[in-house]
């Protein structure tokens, strides 16, 4: 063949070779587009049958159909008489590309079908994977599609046990993700396997059912109207078949029924924390600490010691709570748990204010709001913006600091966060009297946040947090040159009430502003008021102190508490407290109703 004869065949053998490496390419790009091609050539499909031919989650399909049908490989049109339903089918280009990618893309040698067992390994791997999206990267509305479709494929399969899993993960993703509507539905499927309505499942299921829903309703929180008591026989219900179920592990293995175990007791700790039974949820801690630690499981271990630090915070134990926190977010940042680490930067970030440490605060808190704010964790970067506006109220800038409650505000509105909403307003209500005091004009007026709080705090059942708005309305009264006879009178019924006298003085900061308040009182009853409270800040202060000891002997041997503790009225730092403290069993909260506060308070309880 002469060279002029070559040529052509030349040129053809290199737009062979380009077209070869056009389509590998795409191939490699986006592999899952000659699956679809592939699909529609046998038959039109719709998105849902389309997601199953080509073992893809149906998100994943409907985003490349839209490119595609951008791109006019793809048509669009409905199934018979159907308008609900529409099926995808091939355009001439995308027949032309299918065509391309048969005749120049990489081979595909046929594979043996996996085996049942393959199958149902692969099921449970992709669930661990989606459980570990939500735990380190707090991707929840990614997580919840990958975890919906391990359940469909698991329940086309049959594969029962793996079903009730995936269940309730999607539950425990939804809650965190505060869908709370979807989560109940989740509940609900689980509640018919525990009633063992569903017959093709099988008894051996009913267990592991019930401790799932026992620990959901148990987790529930401002969503639920449950009591924080009815929550804990819940926890303590799910603990207790989770231990059962070690023992006799129905399908998985032991050490799964032993974290769900270990998990259960963490989030009892919690529920006694609500309940201001402060030593019990160290104990708690303790236990749930040990389980860990035989299991080997750091993410449970920082849970642990987050919580250690939160309830010491709690007890005004700071430099306790701050080695706790600080060992909680050493282990999640090590192992990349990045919600828990953005939890116990917000947390270091309160207790280094209440130590008067502004510097650390500062630095804990700008840390929390960045990773909060990246990973979109609502509740954490609400609290990291009221405590922000405490740290500014305690330097004096009180313009700032209302700028960052109202943020606060903001945010626990809309998430709805109950407590984060009654602290935030008393805050608010500190700042914004004392800028009064100052010829500071400031929106909102702080007798609006007084009474708003103290409605929000009643219906929470917290004594401290209504006797701390109580103080805070005759301090504004003081302030404006204003009667303090009613604030007088119902703060002495509260001393005199045993229930609530002992919650009132269980927190750090509330006996030392009541006790300020009667100082300066000049009303009826006021003497008396000043001897109560005296002798309520006395037993508070050595109350403290014994308690925080106490609290330590639950400790954990990894951490190591430097220093006596402290209470923050040894310390001189301007007071920002009035954490909700809730009676163990649901009581009257009485209080004086002058006219001045008939409206908002019904409106806050209403």
Known sequence: MSSSEQLPERRRAARVQRKRKEVRALENREPLRRRILTALGERPLTTGELAAAVDASESAVARLLTEMRAARLLGHGRV????????????LAGETELADHRAFGTSRPSVPDPSGQQIADYLWAALEEAVAMRRTSNR???????????????QV??????????????????????????????LAELEQVTLDNLSHVGASLVLPAFAHREYAFGRMRDESAESEQEKADHLTAAARTYADLAQRPPYADTAMWRR??????????????ARSRLEEALGECGSAMALFDDLNDDYGRSRSLFMFGFCLRLMGDFSGARAYLDGAHRLAAAKGFQRFRADSLMQLGEVCRCQDDLGA?????????????????KVTLAFSHSAWGALLYQRDDFGAAAESFARAHDLFEQIKHADGLALNERRQAVVARRAEGRSVAMQPDPEGLIDSARGRYAVLRSPAGVAACDVEWGRLNLERGRPVD?????LLRRLGDDDQRELIE?????????????SHADAEGADELRECAGQSLRRAHNKLSERALRGRGHMHDAITVIGQPRSPLDLGVGEMGGETRQYQE?????????????????????
Do not use: K
């Not at 018979?80 to 355009?91: A, E, I, S």
């Not at 009613?486 to 119902?490: G, M, N, T």
């Not at 269980?506 to 009667?518: E, I």
């Open 80 to 91: 018979g008489d159907d308008g609900r339903r529409r099926q995808n089918f091939l355009t």
């Open 140 to 154: 929840l509305e990614e997580a919840a599609d990958r975890i919906r479709v391990v359940l469909e494929r698991a």
């Open 157 to 186: 399969r049959r594969l029962h046990d793996l079903a009730v899993e995936a269940r309730f993960e999607l539950a425990t993703t939804l809650r965190q993700d505060r869908q709370f509507m979807a989560a109940a539905q989740a």
């Open 260 to 273: 769900r175990h270990a998990w259960a007791v963490v989030a009892h700790a919690n529920n006694l924390r």
């Open 361 to 377: 605060a500062e630095g804990y808190l700008s840390e929390a709001f960045e990773l909060s704010t990246s990973m979109d964790l």
């Open 486 to 490: 009613d604030a007088v009178e119902v």
């Open 506 to 518: 269980l927190d750090p900061w509330v006996p030392y502003v009541l006790c300020d308040f009667a």
């Open 586 to 606: 649901p009581l009257d909260i009485p209080g004086f109703m002058t006219e001045i506060h008939d409206n908002a308070t019904e409106e806050a309880f209403t």
